[in-house]
């Protein structure tokens, strides 16, 4: 049958199916067998004729539409699952995808043929559109949205499968595809899947990166040997190589990359939580895993375009979310009252989902820290960046809730303590996480107090950790800084009426307090440190105000000035302990329970036995002294 011929049948079988269509839903079973007669030959023709497609589409399409807008639900059923079953079939012909077995007379043609299979694409396509935008009923909405998970399917097999096969100009548009499903807010589960998708995408992508970077080497090897100069980036490639992997030379896998992380930092903004999570772990799994392989220019990019903007992004998302608390889904009632779904606390208001997103941008930082902080020292703009990140870990730990501020002080753990045993930190990066201690400190954060209490707890740790890990680098100055944080840290946990104290038991901050005291061992290099440490000890011990309450700005340039007149830290430190012994209502001493001192003497004791005999002997008159002045330990 000629193209006029298969035309009027169609307009045949659609009159016979209209003639059956009122607005009256109630249709008899005749009627209905009759319109389910006419959709099924449409159907059966448009099959048959796949290699004249275009010429009969509309008709079929607009019957296909006509049927999905009548009342009766029935007819709009049959009309979505015919239009599923026809766009199928278009789209999985040859005709459609614009393969052919002849190759093409000129470039010319080819191109003219790729326009006009594109305009056809969307013909197949916009039945979809008009169903899913102009439809008001929601059972047509979602009928249109399963017919393009049709679609998902095939990309699902493309991303897992087939990246390596497709044509080229097809790969970036794939990436597309798969964010534009993760961004749908229908089915959260496709989104997920969107997410997945992508993970999937950049094992390709890093593989080529690496087969470039393999091939790059050879080729200036090759050009070692033979003398020959090329200007750089130019890679000729065999010709038998290019036909055993046509994608060699054609695909630029850095954008494709990019192309990737664009996707994965807009989903990271996503609303609903479940999605941008998933977004921000695979952005940063990406990274960790394949960093190695990026250069100092992807990896600028990365974190200029990428990665510091997310932050801000997020942290601005964060901070101007709501408060109010969250219902759970209504699952019935009881006693005339709605029963709701149970939201855990941690996770019902929209300010604590998004503070749980910037957990996870933290931990990512700090896995990035911890892997590749040599790496990133190379980059044009480490100092730049390394005052953003410092800034933001500041402001998540003073500004944060709970959670947010635990994971910063956590990042600041982990970089030093994955940095300091191989030898990739100077004091000034030491300084700088002593500087964010003291700061927190200094501040009052705004949490209610148990909380504060545990930020505190891990504030001890970290300043444990940090002199642990790093006492190679400490000198005198930074030893007096660190101790004048620990005032701080001890001067902010008094309190004369704790409860723990009066049951027996000595509160977690003072247990922490104990437990870094320990730890302050002056090393060899700062052995004049000791005797600061042991009155800095016997001031808390008799409820003295102790010398490093004073400002430490000044104590510190008169520690500046010591050292220029050739004077050691210890004695400044000396004369300040020795002439500024007072008590009043400032003491140090006056909030700490009885418990808490007898646990203080014996680790005061261990520390005395071990300082070296000469600074040992420079201050056993005042250790003496002031043990001497506390009744129930004389």
């Known amino acids: 049958m000629n193209v006029a011929a298969v035309k009027s049948l169609l307009s045949a079988l659609h009159q016979l199916s209209s003639q059956h269509i009122s607005g009256n839903s109630q249709l008899s079973g005749q009627q209905i067998g009759s319109i389910a007669f006419s959709v099924e030959r ?17 008709q079929i399409a607009a019957h296909h539409l006509e049927l999905a807008n009548c009342s009766n639900p029935q007819l709009r059923n049959m009309a979505l699952d015919s239009l599923d079953h026809s766009i199928c079939s278009v789209v999985g012909s040859e005709k459609f995808q614009g393969i052919s077995s002849a190759p093409h ?33 929601i059972d047509v909405q979602m009928g249109a949205l399963k017919i393009l998970l049709h679609v998902l399917e095939s990309v699902r097999v493309i ?3 087939g990246l390596a096969t497709i044509p080229v100009q097809c790969l970036d548009e794939c990436i597309l595809v798969t964010g534009a499903y993760g961004a749908q807010k229908t089915d959260i589960n496709i989104s997920l899947t969107a997410a997945g ?18 091939q790059k080497a050879n080729h200036l090897n090759e050009e070692v040997q033979l ?32 192309s990737v992380f664009s996707v994965l930092q807009k989903l990271g903004a996503d609303d609903r939580p479940e999605v941008r999570n998933s977004a921000v772990r ?6 960790c895993t394949h960093g190695q392989k990026l250069s100092l220019s992807m990896w600028e990019d990365c974190l200029w375009i990428y990665v510091f903007p997310m932050l801000e992004h997020v942290s601005h998302l964060a901070s101007t979310s709501s408060k109010d608390e969250w219902h759970g889904k209504e699952l019935g009632t009881r006693a005339g009252k709605a029963v709701h779904m149970l939201i855990h606390h941690s996770r019902n208001t929209a300010q604590k989902q998004w503070d749980e997103t910037i957990v996870l ?21 480490f100092s730049s960046g390394w005052a953003i990140l410092l800034a933001f870990l500041k402001n998540s730990i003073l500004n944060g809730s709970k959670e947010v501020a635990l994971a910063a002080i956590n990042c600041l753990q982990t970089f030093v303590s994955s940095n300091c045993p191989k030898g990739n930190l100077e004091s000034s990066f030491v300084q700088s996480v002593l500087d964010i201690y003291e700061l927190v400190l200094q501040t009052s954060p705004n949490y209610k107090s148990d909380s504060a209490d545990k930020v505190k707890q891990e504030v001890l740790r970290g300043l444990g950790d940090l002199y642990v890990q790093a006492q190679s680098l400490f000198n005198d100055d ?18 004369s009426s704790d409860y723990d104290s009066e049951l027996g038991s000595i509160p977690a901050v003072q247990r922490g307090i104990l437990e870094i005291i320990s730890m302050l061992r002056p090393t060899t290099m700062l052995s004049s440190m000791w005797s600061p440490l042991l009155l800095e000890l016997l001031c808390y011990l008799n409820g003295e105000e102790s010398p490093l309450h004073r400002n430490s700005k000044e104590i510190r340039e008169q520690n500046s000035d010591a050292l220029a007149n050739g004077t050691k830290h210890a004695s400044v430190e000396r004369g300040h302990i020795n002439g500024s012994g007072t008590k009043g209502d400032t003491v140090v001493g006056c909030g700490w329970g009885i418990l808490f001192i007898e646990k203080l003497v014996p680790i005061m004791v261990n520390l005395f036995l071990e300082a070296p005999p000469n600074e040992r002997c420079s201050a056993s008159p005042q250790v003496i002294q002031g043990v001497g002045r506390r009744p129930s330990i004389a």
């Open 227 to 258: 003398g020959v100069s090329t200007e750089e980036g130019d890679i000729p490639t065999s010709e038998e190589g290019v036909k055993r992997n046509p994608l060699q030379q054609l695909v630029d896998y850095n954008k494709l990359f990019f």
């Open 105 to 137: 007379p000129s470039k010319e043609y080819q191109l003219v043929e790729e326009s006009e299979t594109r305009s056809f694409e969307y013909a197949v396509l916009s039945p979809l559109v008009i169903l899913y935008s102009s439809n008001k009923n």
């Open 282 to 287: 695979t952005l940063f799994q990406t990274l």
């Open 42 to 58: 449409m159907t059966s023709i448009l099959i048959n004729n796949l290699h004249r497609v275009e010429s009969i589409w509309d």
């Open 197 to 214: 998708l992508l993970w999937t995408a950049t094992d390709f992508i890093v593989k080529g990166l690496s087969g470039r970077s393999v």
């Open 159 to 161: 991303m897992n499968e």
């Open 361 to 381: 941008l933290l931990g990512g930082i700090a896995r990035l820290l911890r892997s590749f902080f040599p790496l990133l020292q190379q980059l044009s703009k």
């Open 478 to 495: 930074m030893y007096l800084r660190l101790m004048a944080v620990m005032h701080l840290m001890i001067k902010s946990s008094m309190n």
